[in-house]
């Protein structure tokens, strides 16, 4: 490709959305005397968390408010030395002064040596699917990474079901949903409307005292043939070109540095400025962030790292990748991805794919599938975490090389200054 026309992915230009501003807390302290003009100013937290604040005048009592502004009284108390939290209601359709009394009731049942929560969480035969669902996603689903698509999943595929009683939902019916999910929707999401089925009736058994089966138990699940595109050397360029071409500055940032980085889509989107380690280059990701748990130090190119210093000149939120969302941080750029893609000419290539990309293009350069592994975060054996612990230049190594490939491929390696 001549050398005029090469993408530069250190030098696109600053243009795009602007980043979202920190709300102030309306409140300095999580304890405080519940009156009304305090709770109706207190705002909807930043992230995915729900914030809480407690009373002072009744034991555990609290009140949790949701990204979204709805605010919920609960009473959270540790009983048998474990922390439990038990809904009392919605404010301001229950007023303090009911609050405290229900909360008083159940310190009282505390008291007297019971579990209030295991009360709640008994599910009988009698309760309908759209009850379990909503104590699965409340007490188990709702801080998961997915839980949007959990919510959105049950929405899809089990609309239907929402009032009907547990005791008269069978297997055949599981069997008879699954085979039409996949007939209609794709054998990939049978499958996975059947494991959040199957996931909904093992929390009740487990949590909620059910003593009825799972009738998803044992549906035979469809084929799935695992993927593996990912940007061969001969659409590099174009998808590079297609890259510098897109006028969003923060999407095109964070196709880059998905590209560059290799982690997963939902970490890139959420990537703060105190999780970076300008000194050592590198990105650092706590187990809460990973899909296996444990912590995890992602190693950052000359490329990747021009990118960000770039970034931070301009910072004013506490993301690399500010959005306009609750989240405060950049979304799944859906509409964006398919105009580079059209750009590009590329079809049947999705986000994930980047990290795919990644690895092939180390494994190319000649990398072992150990040292892959641990610049992916993959799940490996003890020996692997302490050889990816105690010495990081293989790692480091691999990295660049795969990185200095993929620009190779693309026309603009002589750009990167890194180590081959």
Known sequence: MPAETAPNLLNFA????????????????????????????????????????????????????????????????????KPERVNIGIYPDLSIE???????????MIAQGDN??????????????????????????????TATKIAGMFKLYFHGWRLRKLSTITHSDAVRLHAHISRTRGPYAGNRAMELLSSMFNYATQFCNWKGSNPAANVKANPETKRDRFILPDEMAAFLRALEQEPNEVIRDYVAMSLLAGQRRSNVQSMRWDQLNWQRAEWN????????????????TPAALSILQRRAAQAASEFVFPGRGKSGHLQEPKACWRRILQRAGL????????????GAYQAGSGSSLLVIGGSLGHQSTAA?????????????????RGVNAMLEAGGVAGLLGGEK
């Open 347 to 358: 079809r049947d290539l999705r986000l994930h794919d980047l990290r795919r990309t990644f």
């Open 14 to 81: 600053t243009k795009g959305s602007k980043p979202v501003a920190k709300s102030n807390p309306v409140v300095r302290t999580k304890k405080f005397n519940f009156i009304k003009k305090t709770l109706d100013a207190l705002l909807p937290p930043r992230g995915e968390q729900r914030a809480y604040y407690y009373d002072t005048q009744v034991r555990g009592l609290a009140i949790a408010v949701s990204p979204a502004g709805r605010k919920t009284f609960v009473l959270y108390r540790k009983v048998d030395g």
């Open 285 to 300: 990701l706590s187990g809460s962030q990973t899909k296996n748990g444990k912590p995890l130090t992602v190693m950052l």
């Open 98 to 108: 009911q609050a405290r009394g229900k909360a008083s009731e159940l310190n009282g």
């Open 116 to 145: 209030p929560a295991d009360t709640r969480r008994t599910i009988r035969g009698e309760d309908t699917l759209n009850t379990l669902f909503t104590r699965y996603f409340e007490e188990y689903a709702r801080h998961k990474k």
């Open 384 to 400: 692997t975490a302490v050889y990816a612990r105690l010495d990081t230049s293989p790692i480091r190594a691999s990295v660049n």
